[in-house]
């Protein structure tokens, strides 16, 4: 009798989720088509409901907050701009993600030679505080200077699957690639952050086993 | 010799494998120690990756929606015109096809009563059908029709129409058809497609715009 009755609280949850689901797509179609008519209003929730998944992924691309910050925004005027040539058969995530890691690549284009290595970017981010935090915050650190070793191509392919969350299609339409050059790359890049990783944290980590 | 499926695990770990190379995989997997742990290690990079936030402040979203609104510029409206030209991009192929369509069909049927004419079975009641001495049946028409209003040129006109039979069953002047929707065809399919590529030039260049300083 129990069982039943959670069961039926798991598919009323389920249905509820589906439903949640359901309903912020259609006022985020909505939101879109009043932007696309002009209604700044609309594109500005659309801006809050994206900011910060868009500078996030741009920050792990470029690892500087000001640039992230920067490239998001850059990201969002450009989309305004060309919210005409937006078709809903693309999520406006993804939509969004292709402009800004255009523009993140184009400001890394200009900073090339001034960015710092893998050793000096995690000393930079040590702060006093406590032990855990400090940590927590050092392998944060680490793992982002890792990530910032990598080309830009491979480490552009890595941020999409292991931050966008992209399928291999998705990235290799984003980025105008063969699907094989997407997983060349991820390949690449994942092979090369496990040796990086590696020698920087615990073994346990990334041993082979 | 086992065959390892290294170049593999990474689609595999990101659920992009299926069919056959998906099986494969998983088989190999079952059996093999080496594969298995390499396929943990990338699990525990991707957990490594994704447990470790930036740790950074970064803008709150109010602010950061409020520094994007005072750069938006003002945009033109979507010009409702263009959604109306849009049909037009089918009916100029679809329109073509029509016309060519009524050419076959007309011809068919003027060739098939040619052929049965001459054997003599429609006696002369097809006989009008036939182009002849005579001028063609559309040339007497207009004539009749536009008898008192045509000036000398509109008849020479209609007289040179007539003699030239451009409505005819003559083999040349059909051919000429043929050519002349083909022509219209492929200059439509060559506008569209250079149509089609400006507009993919102008998204290409709207992900390449060069960032503002």
Known sequence: ?209 | MVEHVTEWLNAYLDGELNGMRLIRVQTHLAECATCRAKLEGLRNLSALLRETSPVVEFTPTERFAAQVALRLPHREPHPAGREYQRPAWWLVPAGLFAAWVFLQVTLGLSALLTAVGQTGLLDNTTAWLQAGQQPSVWVMTASNLFAGNLNETGRQLLQFLGEADVLGGNLFVQVEWQIGIAVLYWGWLIFWWLHQRHGKMEAEAVSRLEVMS
């Not at chain 1, 129990?2 to 359901?22: A, F, P, W």
């Not at chain 1, 006022?27 to 996030?56: K, P, W, Y």
């Not at chain 1, 523009?103 to 855990?132: K, N």
């Open chain 1, 1 to 209: 009798m129990g069982d039943v009755h959670v069961n039926k609280m798991t598919v009323n949850k389920e249905k509820g989720q589906r439903v949640l689901i359901t309903k912020s797509a259609e006022v985020e179609a909505d939101l879109i088509l009043r932007a696309q008519q002009g209604d700044r209003n609309a594109f500005g929730e659309l801006v809050r409901r994206h900011h910060r998944e868009v500078v996030d992924l741009v920050y792990r691309m470029c690892g500087d907050v000001q640039l992230a910050e920067d490239a998001a925004q850059e990201a969002f005027v450009r989309a305004w701009l060309h919210l005409d040539s937006y078709r809903p058969l693309t999520a406006l995530r993804n939509w969004l993600y292709r402009i800004a890691v255009n523009a993140a690549l184009d400001m890394l284009r200009r900073e090339r030679g001034t960015g710092e290595d893998i050793q000096s970017l995690a000393l930079h981010d040590r702060q006093p505080g406590p032990e855990t935090l400090l940590v927590q915050k050092e392998r944060a650190a680490l793992v982002q200077a890792a990530i910032l070793s990598l080309t830009p191509a491979s480490r552009t392919v890595l941020v999409l699957r292991e931050y966008g969350e992209l399928s291999y299609q998705e990235i290799a339409n984003i980025l105008e690639v063969p699907m094989g050059t997407v997983m060349s790359r991820l390949n690449y890049a994942r092979n090369r952050l496990r040796e990086l990783l590696a020698e920087q944290l615990s073994p346990l980590e990334v041993e082979d086993g």
